[in-house]
């Protein structure tokens, strides 16, 4: 089946993985099927970035949370070695306020928040605030979505709840 990639040549991967992806987007009714397509293209690109990126989105959207933070990690253990990133925090967030506009390190922050999404929808609230919250410390137009997290998950009951 021959599909029409050329509406995606922004997308720098592999013409057969396009294909894959837009399958999985065009049979996105059928979960098992779509995620077959998914699976089919995360393993032709290997650790390729911008694969990783569709397919954590894809798997948060389709509520697959295992799976969507499985990715999100891939994406930032991705980014973590090709900008030699410490692992420690104390380390690594002065780096990332300083290179904060650089593409690859906005989408290590974009990814790192989305963890915390994911974890918060699984029910992990410790973890996503502390994420949300080590994000929402270097991000102060809130680019990423960390600070509303943050505020969602530290919000005080209401009395009526």
């Known amino acids: 089946m021959q599909l029409d990639t050329n509406r995606f040549s922004w997308f720098q991967v592999p013409e057969d993985v396009k294909?894959?992806?837009i399958l999985a987007?065009?049979?996105w009714e059928n979960t098992s099927q779509s995620e077959k397509y998914?699976?089919?293209a995360l393993a032709k690109?290997?650790?390729n970035t911008d694969i990783l990126v569709s397919a954590y989105r894809f798997f948060y959207y389709k509520n697959n949370y295992p799976l969507a933070l499985q990715t999100a990690i891939k994406v930032l253990d991705k980014i973590k070695e090709l900008e030699n990133l410490p692992d420690d925090w104390e380390q690594l967030q002065p780096i990332l306020v300083k290179r904060q506009e650089e593409p690859q390190i906005r989408l290590y922050l974009n990814a790192y928040a989305a963890s915390g999404m994911v974890?918060?929808?699984s029910g992990e609230f410790e973890q996503a605030k502390q994420i949300s919250n080590r994000v929402k410390s270097i991000d102060n137009n809130n680019d990423f979505g960390a600070g509303f997290l943050f505020d969602i998950l530290t919000r005080p009951a209401d009395e009526d709840d």
Do not use: K, N, V
Request: charged share 20%.
């Open 38 to 40: 998914m699976h089919q």
């Open 45 to 47: 690109a290997g650790e």
């Open 119 to 121: 974890l918060a929808r």
């Open 25 to 27: 987007a065009e049979s």
């Open 19 to 21: 294909q894959l992806l």
